[in-house]
């Protein structure tokens, strides 16, 4: 069963979530499996919910009626447009993702794109040691300070295709999103 409960216009809470209505699409997913005594490993496009409470009970009906629930982005298993690898052992300093749109969709695959590129690393799946989101003025500050590289930034965009508008334009309007993750 795929779950996928972001399209549409929601409300967002006061830290910016947008309020997707996932569990209440889970809790009718669940209602078929307890009516008919059976059940299907369910896969929740990205988190379970932007609230604890509701991923726990989440997680604890897949518990109780004993099926496989996961979660996360499909973007680690598809096409890359362009085709981009990282070739198994390779030596990383560290790994830059770019994404337009909300943070918390688009930010999460953009995260997770560069996880699973980061993992074919010298070391493999050996752990991260700091994830940085940002945004805006801040993400072009930190570029000025040297905490992430423009040449790797100039380099992934040069990759996207229909690229319209210019990065300096970008860079005096400062309204762009940005996710970098630094790996060990």
Not at 42 to 53: A, G, I, L, T
Not at 85 to 114: D, N, S, T
């Amino acid at each position: 069963m795929l779950l996928i409960g972001e399209h549409g216009n929601y409300p967002s809470n006061e830290k910016g979530q947008i309020l997707y209505p996932r569990r209440r699409l889970f809790e009718e997913i669940v209602k078929v499996f307890r009516a008919t005594g059976k059940s299907v490993p369910v896969y929740n496009d990205k988190h379970f919910s932007y609230s604890w409470d509701d991923a726990k009970w989440m997680y604890q009906q897949s518990r109780e009626l004993r099926f496989a629930m996961m979660a996360g982005s499909s973007v680690p298993v598809t096409w890359r447009r362009p085709p981009l690898e990282v070739r198994p052992g390779a030596k990383l300093e560290g790994v830059l993702g770019v994404g337009a749109g909300h943070i918390e969709a688009i930010g999460f695959h953009a995260l997770e794109a560069m996880q699973v590129l980061a993992e074919r690393r010298q070391g493999g799946e050996t752990g991260v040691k700091a994830v940085q989101c940002l945004q805006g003025a801040a993400a072009w500050k930190a570029a000025r300070d040297g905490v992430w590289s423009r040449e790797l930034l100039e380099a992934a965009l040069a990759a996207v295709p229909d690229r319209t508008g210019k990065l300096e334009e970008a860079d005096r309007e400062a309204t762009s999103s940005w996710s970098s993750i630094a790996t060990g």
